[in-house]
């Protein structure tokens, strides 16, 4: 499974580049906004400090929503830097920019995904990746879990090579859960990636290993 860390912050992804099991970035234009990352010019600089952090695939999101527009957009943030991967929103255009991107050889990762139906159409379209946001569906009194198993059926039936790229991911849990269900990949916060580490005796067993060797090298 591969780890993608959801978020603008430079220290975040600092953070988890350097503890070796991170494997790309996703970013949205609400995460640039909220780093205060504003500006044509800016955002483009700043999306190559990302890809020059991490060593992986880094989700790029265009802002048209007509398909001339995105593929002007996309071109350009495909042509930054080769690990940029072109996020679309999956609207109708997107759809027509996937397959557009598809066929030229640029990857694609189709976002704002809430049913198995979109992630089909997804799929057809050629994306390498697609984003259903499990969170947000969560906080509507809908299991994003069951998405993400109703995706790689269907993905499994017919053979698609889109990755399922569990997104809207908020806790340590909805990766443990991702993980179970063969998501291709998660994105979430740092935090609850730091989560997977943590375990009360792992830290007790710690201690009284420490505290054994201390008595016997006095
Ligand atoms: C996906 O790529 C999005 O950036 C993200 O996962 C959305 O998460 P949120 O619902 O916590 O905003």
Redesign the pocket.
Known sequence: MKFFI?TANLKDIAEAQALGVLDGV???P??MAKEGITGAENIIAHYKKICELVDGDV?AEVISTDFDGMVKEGEALAALHPQIVV?LPLIADGIKACKYFSDKGIRT?V?LVFSAGQALLAAKAGATYV?P?I??LDDISTDGLNLISEIRMIYDNYGFQTQI?A????HTMHIIDCAKLGSDVM??PLSAIKGLLKHPLTDSGLAQFLADYQKGNQ
């Open positions: 959801d996703t970013t949205n609400s995460l989700s996020k990762n976002t984003s946001f969170g947000r790229l997104a809207s991911v908020r994105t979430g």
